[in-house]
């Protein structure tokens, strides 16, 4: 049955000073009779007149992971955890082009959990988006820094357990800031962003001196738009290619990383020059993604001293480079699916505090509703600059549903 408004004052006129777009903006706006579910969407309430909308869905990962250490010594680890719980609300007000964005975080692991004390914050997103422009739309708020492609996919959408380890050393993650882009220029072929963040980070505040990052990024579609922040190809449907290119300076950071990463032991600021290149290709149930990173950045002394009154001497930066290789395939008229990944951390140049990583493994996926509901299990051998016969072995199965 039809949801009944508010209903207005009707005892009181409004004031001759209150301006009559105020009046006609402010007056109820009736619901729909009926809510729209669609899986992995969620659940929709919208206006009569349409200029109203609310979307709400939640979702969560239960991981499981085995690790076995191959170093002399090595230990052998077990454990299960809720990854991820998320809750969001998103939709248009006030017109569909003004639309907003809020996302909550409410597992342990997403909250920076340690022992008793929380890390962060549980809130992910909070931004508004203003498309009247479809050529300069502006997005304002906490966000994911549209760096990197597999970063700003949904861990929601991966068709492995999780990203690669090369993303988490050198992508952007969120922060508060706004870019202007477009996703329809030459017939939705040429997308790009134009963005500027303070660089403190997700939920991050402080007063300081300005450091802060700037971005661009482009990508070419020569097929057209397509569903390209989605891994996997649910389509099955003839070749489509994605090409993006990223850069990002990031000024000043307290942080080693930028908005991610530890302030470093000396308390002093790291300056970097990062780029991003990668390539998407899906084609009748196969894709695949690559993606390379090359990070110049430099130190900035701090006046950090120890116990004895010693000023700590300066860390290098982290300069290198990464990449990484993912492919997998859905097999036809199934829901089972088969993936495998390579990827690579190295640093560079005489003076660098960046590890060596290195990454191989295989997945398997059980599609039950597309990426709403599934079961992904993963095996990868983990190593560092002491080879790969002193690596660890990771194995992991995770559960995902949502609405």
Same mark, same amino acid.
């Given at each position: 049955?039809?949801?009944?408004?508010?209903?207005?004052?009707?005892?009181?006129?409004?004031?001759?000073?209150?301006?009559?777009?105020?009046?006609?903006? +402010? %007056?109820?706006? !009736?619901?729909? !009779?009926? +809510?729209?579910?669609?899986?992995?969407?969620?659940?929709?309430?919208?206006?009569?007149?349409?200029?109203?909308?609310?979307?709400?869905?939640?979702?969560?990962?239960?991981?499981?992971?085995?690790?076995?250490?191959?170093?002399?010594?090595?230990?052998? /680890?077990?454990?299960?955890?809720?990854?991820?719980?998320?809750?969001?609300?998103?939709?248009?007000?006030?017109? %569909?082009?003004?639309?907003? %964005?809020?996302?909550?975080?409410?597992?342990?692991?997403?909250?920076?959990?340690?022992?008793?004390?929380?890390?962060?914050?549980? @809130?992910?997103?909070?931004?508004?988006?203003?498309?009247?422009?479809?050529?300069?739309?502006?997005?304002?708020?906490?966000?994911?820094?549209?760096? =990197?492609?597999?970063?700003?996919?949904?861990?929601?959408? /991966?068709? +492995?357990?999780?990203?690669?380890?090369?993303?988490?050393?050198?992508?952007?993650? #969120?922060?508060?800031?706004?870019?202007?882009?477009?996703?329809?220029?030459?017939?939705?072929?040429?997308?790009?962003? /134009?963005?500027?963040?303070?660089?403190?980070? *997700?939920?991050?505040? $402080?007063?300081?001196?300005?450091?802060?990052?700037? @971005?661009?990024?482009?990508?070419?579609?020569?097929?057209?738009?397509?569903?390209?922040?989605?891994?996997?190809?649910?389509?099955?449907?003839?070749?489509?290619?994605?090409?993006?290119?990223?850069?990002?300076?990031?000024?000043?950071? !307290? *942080?080693?990383?930028? !908005?991610?990463? =530890?302030?470093?032991?000396?308390?002093?600021?790291?300056?970097?020059?990062?780029?991003?290149?990668?390539?998407?290709?899906?084609?009748?149930?196969?894709?695949?993604?690559?993606?390379?990173?090359?990070?110049?950045?430099? #130190?900035?002394?701090?006046?950090?001293?120890?116990?004895?009154?010693?000023?700590?001497?300066?860390?290098?930066?982290?300069?290198? /480079?990464?990449?990484?290789?993912?492919?997998?395939? @859905?097999?036809?008229?199934?829901?089972? $699916?088969?993936?495998?990944?390579?990827?690579?951390?190295?640093?560079?140049?005489?003076?660098?505090?960046?590890?060596?990583?290195?990454?191989?493994?295989?997945?398997?996926?059980?599609?039950?509703?597309?990426?709403?509901?599934?079961?992904?299990?993963?095996?990868?051998?983990?190593?560092?600059?002491?080879?790969?016969?002193?690596?660890?072995? +990771?194995?992991?199965?995770? @559960?995902?549903?949502?609405?």
């Amino acid at each position: 049955m039809p949801i009944a408004a508010p209903k207005a004052k009707t005892d009181e006129a409004p004031s001759p000073l209150v301006p009559a777009w105020e009046i006609e903006r +402010m %007056k109820p706006h !009736p619901i729909k !009779p009926t +809510m729209a579910f669609r899986p992995g969407k969620g659940v929709t309430f919208a206006s009569d007149d349409g200029q109203f909308e609310i979307n709400t869905k939640i979702r969560g990962q239960a991981l499981g992971t085995f690790e076995a250490e191959h170093a002399a010594g090595g230990d052998v /680890l077990t454990g299960a955890q809720i990854r991820r719980a998320r809750l969001a609300f998103q939709g248009h007000m006030f017109g %569909k082009h003004t639309k907003y %964005k809020t996302e909550i975080a409410i597992s342990p692991r997403d909250d920076a959990m340690r022992g008793s004390f929380v890390g962060t914050a549980p @809130l992910l997103d909070w931004n508004m988006t203003f498309d009247k422009l479809k050529a300069a739309t502006l997005v304002v708020g906490q966000y994911k820094v549209p760096f =990197s492609r597999q970063r700003v996919v949904s861990s929601g959408s /991966l068709q +492995m357990v999780d990203r690669s380890i090369v993303q988490s050393e050198f992508n952007l993650d #969120r922060d508060v800031g706004f870019d202007l882009r477009s996703t329809s220029l030459l017939d939705g072929r040429f997308h790009y962003n /134009l963005g500027f963040y303070p660089g403190e980070g *997700r939920n991050a505040f $402080e007063l300081r001196k300005l450091n802060h990052i700037y @971005l661009a990024r482009v990508e070419v579609l020569p097929t057209g738009n397509f569903q390209d922040y989605v891994e996997g190809d649910f389509e099955r449907t003839a070749p489509r290619v994605a090409i993006g290119a990223s850069y990002a300076y990031v000024k000043d950071s !307290p *942080r080693e990383q930028g !908005p991610l990463g =530890s302030a470093p032991a000396d308390a002093g600021l790291t300056s970097f020059h990062a780029i991003e290149a990668d390539v998407l290709l899906k084609a009748y149930g196969f894709s695949f993604t690559g993606e390379f990173f090359l990070r110049e950045a430099k #130190r900035k002394g701090g006046d950090a001293v120890d116990d004895m009154g010693v000023p700590i001497p300066v860390e290098d930066a982290r300069t290198g /480079l990464g990449y990484f290789a993912q492919a997998g395939y @859905l097999l036809p008229q199934s829901s089972v $699916e088969v993936s495998a990944r390579y990827g690579d951390i190295r640093p560079t140049g005489s003076k660098t505090s960046l590890p060596e990583r290195h990454e191989v493994g295989v997945g398997l996926s059980y599609y039950f509703a597309q990426h709403v509901f599934k079961l992904q299990g993963d095996v990868f051998r983990l190593w560092g600059e002491d080879g790969i016969a002193d690596g660890t072995d +990771m194995v992991r199965v995770q @559960l995902e549903a949502g609405l």
